[in-house]
């Protein structure tokens, strides 16, 4: 999956606050894009500090998190042209750029600046935000409500019926790509509740024996996807809602139409099918 970078490692905790220093990466956004260079090597980078002279670099910035020691900075109000150095790149884009540490990085970095975007100002009373200095949250000047970093916990369960996985085409997805469904968990539901709800609601199913796979962050949607393998309750017949599943079926191993990659938890658990590990 995209997230798993081993051995590099994203340090998210606020340990770092501060002055930039040159080796520190400067994170430049210009709408959905995120200006990167390429290193010596010729491998994809993310511009440093010392690539630019300080007169260039805006007064403000904000400090994001680590990669593998080297902390990025977020720079507020600051565009830089590209050149036969730098080049912007959609986020959407990330999901296949390699290094993969150095595309993650841009990924989650993308998701926190979002947040800090758009919580200039509070939510409760309409006045200017700072940021804590001992935690990841913004504080308001005025009425002192505190504004955290939203993460949208969702299910994504694969079901299989006996020797045959179901996979549905979401209208939100690629014209021609099958998924496994997903669902957000809504206001005091448990994750076994929601997986059972989703099901029916847009399949018609009811299931059993549910196992937990793994999680994985997705900050594209500022999303926390826990997957789950499943199995078909009596009557294995596919109703869909129309709603958000255009198409559902059920498939046998050798004959999966078109469908996630594996750089997502729903690509890997349909390969764990595939490959009759599952």
Known sequence: MI???????????????????????????KDNSLLLKRDKEGCLDFPQKKDFSDKDLPSKYTYLFNIDN????YMWNFTKLESNEFFYKDIQEFRYLSPQHIAWTGIVA?????????????????????????ERALVCKNCKTIQYPKISPAIIVAIKNEDKILLARNSNIPEGRHSI?????????????????????????????????????????????I??????????????DNKEIEHADWYSRGTLPNHSASLSIAGEMIELFESGEW
């Open 70 to 73: 080297t902390a990025c900075f």
């Open 227 to 240: 997957g789950f393998f499943v199995e078909v309750f009596g009557d294995a017949t596919i109703k869909i």
């Open 181 to 225: 469904l997903a669902g957000y968990i809504d206001v005091g539901e448990t994750i076994e509740e929601t997986i059972i709800r989703e099901v029916k609601e847009e399949v018609g199913l009811e299931v059993k024996n549910l196992k937990y796979y793994k999680s994985q962050p997705w900050p594209f949607s500022g999303s926390l996807m």
């Open 3 to 29: 997230n798993e970078i081993f051995p590099h490692k994203i340090k998210i905790e606020l340990s770092k606050k501060g002055q930039i220093e040159d080796q520190d990466y400067i994170l430049i956004f």
């Open 110 to 134: 993308f998701q926190l600046i979002k947040w800090y975007l758009g919580n200039v100002y509070c939510g409760t009373c309409g006045s200017e935000n700072e940021e804590k200095n001992d």
